[in-house]
């Protein structure tokens, strides 16, 4: 699914705004409901949590809520009750702007940690944002939420459900400290579906494990990630109360879609990243063995810099998976990159394998599989190669 430069779903706006959180680029963004919505999210598992992850988690709760106001640049973390007082006031401006309690917008930052919000300036973004809420908002709104991100993160799906065709789109910031437990990121996506609240808990949570929670740049949690779903209703389906409900599974489907499009472009614009890759792990004696050793792989420095430059050495995810204490059968074991073998059967598949998976490594896309002898579960995880620039990125983030 490629990234749309327009997306309407009916009965929601969006804007993005430049107010000085930034030095340049939008860094503010608003996204609201025209009708009452239900509303489900996912959190961070980190013990280090900013102040808008706070908020929202706690309102999320509830299972309504009408906007959610977001800026880039400040994270809002690590500062205490001023952190939160700061949160609560963005919630509450951005309420009284478009008409609604606070307690029905939700909040999110992300940008360096340990710095005050210039409130000042969030305050005159706010009342800009809510004046420019556009229905073809949300490509402003995706990129206001961008940091090291090189492009903005969009995707929509529609599906039919119980004979009436919905929207489910979604945007995304996310480019560095990326490791979902759930989550790790920034991702919003609206819906013109009726969901009653439980089972549109249960549809993002799926598909955030199918999605956000498969995916990982470099091993690291962040402190501000969340993930929002709001339906409005406005399609005029029959509410879905449950998987079993006429159009659930289309739904979901839908969902999950926008998710996996989403995650996999946070991965492919990794930072420093030259490619995109899916790592493939089969024959493991089990799940747990399976997603180790997948994301053993994907978070392996030394994989990560041999795609970098093309390196065909499968040496590299032998060991990584040996060091993780993954149980394989060597003799058993095949290592695919980019589709061609390059170990079987305990040894190499020999100098021309290696050099034909060195010329595939060159695409901007590649697979990493291993075949571990051992069993028959599997997992999968997207990430990307490490490059020059991730150094250069984080060496430099604060200065």
């Given at each position: 699914?490629?990234?749309?430069?327009?997306?309407?779903?009916?009965?929601?706006?969006?804007?993005?705004?430049h107010?000085?959180?930034?030095?340049?680029?939008?860094?503010?963004?608003?996204?609201?409901?025209?009708?009452?919505?239900?509303?489900?999210?996912v959190?961070?598992?980190?013990?280090?949590?900013?102040?808008?992850?706070?908020?929202?988690?706690?309102?999320?709760?509830?299972?309504?809520?009408?906007?959610?106001?977001i800026?880039?640049?400040?994270?809002?973390?690590?500062?205490?009750?001023?952190?939160?007082?700061?949160?609560?006031?963005?919630a509450?401006?951005?309420?009284?702007?478009?008409?609604?309690?606070?307690?029905?917008?939700?909040?999110?930052?992300?940008?360096?940690?340990?710095?005050?919000?210039?409130?000042?300036?969030?305050?005159?973004?706010?009342?800009a944002?809510?004046?420019?809420?556009?229905?073809?908002?949300?490509?402003?709104?995706?990129?206001?939420?961008?940091?090291t991100?090189?492009?903005?993160?969009?995707?929509?799906?529609?599906?039919?459900?119980?004979?009436?065709?919905?929207?489910?789109?979604?945007?995304a910031?996310?480019?560095?400290?990326?490791?979902?437990?759930?989550?790790?990121?920034?991702?919003f996506?609206?819906?013109?579906?009726?969901?009653?609240?439980?089972?549109?808990?249960?549809?993002?949570?799926?598909?955030?494990?199918?999605?956000?929670?498969?995916?990982?740049?470099?091993?690291?949690t962040?402190?501000?990630?969340?993930?929002?779903?709001?339906?409005?209703?406005?399609?005029?389906?029959?509410?879905?109360?449950?998987?079993?409900s006429?159009?659930?599974?289309?739904?979901?489907?839908?969902?999950?879609?926008?998710?996996?499009?989403?995650?996999?472009?946070?991965?492919?614009?990794?930072?420093?990243?030259?490619?995109?890759?899916?790592?493939?792990?089969?024959?493991?004696?089990?799940?747990?063995?399976?997603?180790?050793?997948?994301?053993?792989?994907?978070?392996?420095?030394?994989?990560?810099?041999?795609?970098?430059?093309?390196?065909?050495?499968?040496?590299?995810?032998?060991?990584?998976?040996?060091?993780?204490?993954?149980?394989?059968?060597?003799?058993?074991?095949?290592?695919?990159?980019?589709?061609?073998?390059?170990?079987?059967?305990g040894?190499?598949?020999?100098?021309?394998?290696?050099?034909?998976a060195?010329s595939?490594?060159?695409?901007?896309?590649?697979?990493?599989?291993?075949?571990l002898?051992?069993?028959?579960?599997?997992?999968?995880?997207?990430?990307?190669?490490?490059?020059?620039?991730?150094?250069k990125?984080?060496?430099?983030?604060?200065?």
């Amino acid at each position: 699914m490629k990234p749309t430069t327009s997306i309407l779903v009916p009965g929601f706006k969006a804007a993005g705004v430049h107010c000085g959180v930034k030095q340049v680029g939008l860094d503010l963004a608003l996204i609201a409901s025209d009708a009452p919505a239900h509303v489900a999210g996912v959190f961070t598992q980190s013990t280090v949590v900013g102040a808008p992850v706070e908020l929202s988690r706690d309102r999320v709760r509830a299972g309504s809520a009408r906007a959610v106001v977001i800026n880039s640049g400040v994270s809002n973390v690590a500062m205490g009750a001023q952190g939160l007082r700061d949160a609560a006031e963005m919630a509450q401006r951005a309420g009284s702007a478009i008409g609604v309690p606070a307690e029905q917008v939700l909040v999110a930052s992300t940008g360096v940690i340990g710095s005050r919000l210039p409130m000042p300036r969030i305050r005159r973004g706010i009342r800009a944002a809510a004046a420019g809420l556009e229905a073809s908002g949300l490509r402003e709104a995706a990129e206001a939420i961008r940091t090291t991100d090189t492009f903005a993160k969009t995707a929509v799906a529609t599906a039919d459900v119980d004979g009436r065709a919905v929207t489910v789109a979604g945007i995304a910031k996310g480019s560095g400290m990326i490791e979902p437990n759930m989550a790790t990121m920034l991702a919003f996506l609206v819906t013109d579906a009726a969901v009653a609240a439980s089972a549109l808990d249960r549809v993002l949570r799926d598909a955030t494990n199918a999605s956000f929670n498969r995916l990982s740049v470099d091993g690291e949690t962040s402190t501000s990630d969340m993930v929002l779903l709001f339906a409005n209703g406005v399609a005029g389906n029959r509410e879905l109360r449950g998987p079993r409900s006429p159009g659930a599974a289309a739904f979901a489907a839908a969902v999950e879609k926008v998710a996996v499009a989403l995650a996999r472009e946070i991965a492919r614009d990794g930072e420093g990243a030259t490619k995109l890759v899916t790592v493939r792990v089969e024959g493991a004696a089990n799940g747990a063995d399976a997603e180790r050793a997948a994301r053993r792989i994907a978070n392996s420095m030394l994989v990560k810099t041999a795609l970098f430059g093309g390196d065909a050495n499968w040496g590299r995810i032998l060991q990584t998976v040996g060091a993780a204490q993954v149980r394989l059968k060597l003799d058993r074991a095949v290592v695919r990159l980019g589709g061609v073998t390059v170990f079987r059967a305990g040894a190499s598949a020999g100098p021309a394998a290696r050099r034909r998976a060195a010329s595939k490594l060159q695409a901007p896309e590649v697979e990493v599989a291993i075949d571990l002898g051992a069993g028959r579960a599997s997992a999968h995880v997207w990430t990307c190669d490490l490059g020059y620039d991730y150094v250069k990125i984080n060496a430099e983030y604060t200065t």
